[in-house]
């Protein structure tokens, strides 16, 4: 950064001291020209002063005394009499500017390099009658001649401009870049950055605001981190609870089927093999139903549409009426008539099936359901076994059952309130549970 700010003020001082020499450079040359001027106009009155005549000695003559300037004589066409720096015989003049100037004006500057000589003058030509021209010409340095001669003294500056540079450079890296350090250094901390000039509020809002992105980059990736590592759990507890629900039927059916093929079996023994090989065999089927039927949920994309939620409902309840009258539980229903949803038809059924019947399943003998149906609301209320306190956060839980003695008995996985609940957050519904241990139970999903 030193380096940089060194160089750069450097630079810019460098091109302005040329620029300023160049322009300087302009300014005296243009002096020195219109200062040529008036002195050549002081040579002429000494000229014609003087009764100089118009040969060559007088050409010298009067050049002697006006300090070697370059004096020539010429007739009215332009044509050379005489010159003081040389003898030879020079050709006509006329297309020279100065003496075009004279023919024409009585007389005429022209500011250019000597062809014959060598160097650059200014010429003041004077016309005197129509027969004579008298040129007088100065030597001068020209404008670039002028900026090299000026150059020793631009080096001094340079000098004194680099020294300056250098010390810019170490006493702006001071001022500015510790301040800025002392920023950076508060925003590593991970504290609040203040600047103490108001040049440094705009980086200090920004350093501000990556800390806090980073903060929140950091949580996102630990609620990431988190969520994996909950769903690895999930994934280890789900493959082991399905590996238990499938042992069980899978143990039942083998051991009937050695007993089968040991041939020591009666005949009742037999059929009564049979039967509960069937059974374990059809609960089996039914288990990896509900494992797929679950896994299908998080991909079902079909579009939803109105459901006559009235109508299933009571037809769910007509439907499960044998069931709960084996119980002699009595289904009291309190719905209303036009209740409709936004879904669809498959997914509506599984919510209030899986309720009603573990209502049906989990309730005391004689017990009674009340479903209570209203446009947005669902409650299905039973005077079941209830659920404990320590267990109402697992109630959703994948193959988590209230008794599990009534799981083997009804039939049931554990899956069915896992369903309800995956296929609630889905749709964008909300599922409450309120429960008593040994009261009963109450379901609410609010649509």
Not at 427 to 444: A, M, Q
Request: aromatic share 8%; with cysteine.
């Amino acid at each position: 950064m030193k380096w940089r700010i060194l160089l750069l003020s450097l630079g810019i001082t460098v091109v302005c001291i040329l620029v300023f020499t160049f322009a300087a450079t302009q300014v005296y040359y243009n002096s020195t020209i219109d200062d040529g001027k008036e002195y050549l106009r002081v040579y002429m009155n000494v000229y014609e002063d003087g009764g100089y005549s118009s040969d060559a000695d007088g050409a010298r003559s009067l050049s002697e005394r006006l300090n070697g300037a370059r004096v020539t004589f010429m007739d009215g066409r332009g044509n050379v009499i005489a010159d003081s720096d040389t003898d030879n015989s020079l050709t006509n003049h006329s297309d020279r500017k100065e003496v075009q100037d004279a023919i024409l004006d009585g007389e005429g500057f022209a500011v250019r390099g000597s062809s014959t000589l060598g160097k650059n003058m200014i010429y003041f030509c004077k016309s005197y009658g129509s027969e004579k021209l008298v040129r007088i010409a100065v030597n001068v340095y020209s404008d670039w001649n002028i900026f090299v001669r000026t150059l020793p003294t631009a080096a001094q500056y340079f000098a004194v401009d680099l020294a300056l540079c250098v010390l810019l450079a170490f006493v702006a890296t001071h001022f500015i870049l510790n301040p800025v350090k002392n920023l950076a250094a508060d925003a590593v901390s991970g504290g609040v950055v203040t600047g103490k000039y108001s040049e440094l509020e705009p980086i200090a809002r920004i350093l501000n605001e990556r800390n806090r992105n980073i903060k929140l980059q950091l949580s996102q990736i630990n609620a990431e981190k988190e969520l994996a590592e909950q769903a690895r759990k999930s994934k280890d507890e789900f493959i082991s609870n399905v590996t238990h629900e499938m042992n069980t039927p899978l143990t039942s059916i083998r051991g009937y089927a050695e007993l089968l093929g040991s041939g020591k079996m009666t005949e009742a023994q037999k059929a009564e093999a049979y039967k509960t090989i069937l059974n374990q065999s059809e609960r089996l089927t039914n288990l990896i139903a509900c494992i797929i039927n679950y896994g299908e949920i998080d991909s079902d994309e079909l579009p939803p549409y109105e459901v006559d939620f009235t109508a299933l409902a009571r037809e769910a309840i007509k439907a499960l009426k044998p069931e709960a009258d084996k119980k002699q539980v009595t289904v009291i229903e309190n719905i209303d008539d036009g209740v409709k949803i936004f879904s669809r038809h498959e997914r509506v059924s599984e919510v209030f099936g899986n309720l009603l019947r573990n209502a049906i399943r989990y309730n005391k003998q004689g017990g009674t359901v009340t479903v209570t149906l209203t446009q947005g609301r669902l409650a299905v209320e039973d005077t079941g076994i209830g659920i404990a306190e320590e267990n109402m956060g697992k109630v959703f839980s994948r193959f988590f059952t209230v008794d599990k003695s009534h799981g083997g008995k009804n039939g049931g996985f554990g899956l069915g309130l896992a369903v309800v609940k995956k296929i609630c957050k889905k749709s964008g519904w909300d599922i409450s549970v309120e429960s008593k241990l040994g009261e009963g139970s109450k379901f609410t999903v609010e649509f």
